[in-house]
């Protein structure tokens, strides 16, 4: 993890640490019924972190965030900032996946994060969006994975080189073809684990955000990965 990336986590935890930080938050306390039960920004943050929990009580929480986000003034400083904050540990792995990606260099990756996350949130329709963080993260992403293509279109184009000839589709840091190499290789070995095993040791995802992908619960991806890096490092074994 780079430095500028840590740097900027460690600037908004210290801002929330600040006098005139409480008093916005109070401001949005004193409005909210959602953050009531929270004292002060810490305590907050530690309620949404902690792995147990109501995940609806969580997301009203942020939504609540997110309406005092859109407003104007301090608050709406103080509440991008929470937001900012609860979202991190995602915020952290598109991170990671966009540098495996090769979107762009540490310091490009970490400003796009930033800058794609604060306009989500100030422009996020709470009236149509049910997961405030699995939306926010997602649209993210997404949008930097297709801008990188774009531009990987424009370059192609410019350059008169033939689309075929493209290494890399934005999938992956090791391009479509090498993509479809390694999806093959490890479907021969698990089979419909494959995918798992590919999201979460190659590419860093969560365990959690992969059974969102496949359609699974957590606990029945966790399950399934033990089990498919079980049987892959018996593969392994096997390799003279």
Known sequence: MSIAWHAIRDHLTDSSSKLNFQRSYDA????????????????????????????????????????ATQGDGPASDCALTMLLLA?????????????????????????????????????????????????VLRNVERDMIRARQRDQAREHLASGADPDEVADSGDSGIGAAGYARLNGAVRKLLGDDALLVIRVAIEGFSQAEAAVELGLTEAAARKRYQRAMHRLNDALEEIP
């Open 87 to 135: 979202l991190w540990p995602g915020l952290d792995a598109i991170r990671r996946r966009s540098l495996w990606r090769r979107i762009g260099t540490a310091d490009e990756v970490a400003s796009d994060v930033l800058a794609r996350t604060i306009e989500a949130v100030r422009s996020l329709d709470l009236g149509r969006v049910n997961w405030i963080a699995a939306t």
């Open 28 to 67: 949005i306390r004193r409005t909210q019924t959602a953050l009531a039960p929270f004292r002060d920004p810490a305590a907050l943050l530690d309620g949404l972190h902690s792995t147990p929990g109501d995940p609806a009580r969580k997301n009203v929480i942020l939504a609540a965030l997110v309406g």
